[in-house]
């Protein structure tokens, strides 16, 4: 899962994966067993992680995954977006596992 469709477009041109690659608006209503958000953006966009600021979308991207979440991303960008760097700062205290109950 991804936030932004130009991956999502990557990765499916790119890779021949047995699994389904979306936005994480597509997810919205529906859950896999395991997600794996990869969080890519950009620091030369003037739209910069716009679509990662947005905590509607955020909390849709860690809920959908039923058994587990895997989050691949840089942990110095995230630290850029408030809502990103409160969910690094669990997981550190956490030592990578953060348990949330929905």
């Known amino acids: 899962m991804s936030a932004y ?34 969080i890519t953006w950009t620091n030369n966009s003037s739209k910069k992680s716009e679509l990662l600021r947005d905590e509607r979308r955020v909390n849709v991207a ?7 979440l895997i989050i691949i991303g840089c942990r110095k960008s995230c630290d850029e977006i408030p809502i990103l760097y409160e969910l690094n700062k669990l997981i550190k205290e956490k030592n990578g596992f953060v348990k949330i109950e929905i």
């Open 62 to 68: 860690l809920t959908r995954g039923k058994q587990k």
């Open 5 to 38: 469709r130009r991956q999502v477009d990557y990765i499916q041109q790119h890779y021949n994966l047995p699994i389904e690659v979306n936005t994480i608006d597509s997810y919205q209503g529906r859950e896999k067993r395991v997600i794996i958000w990869t």
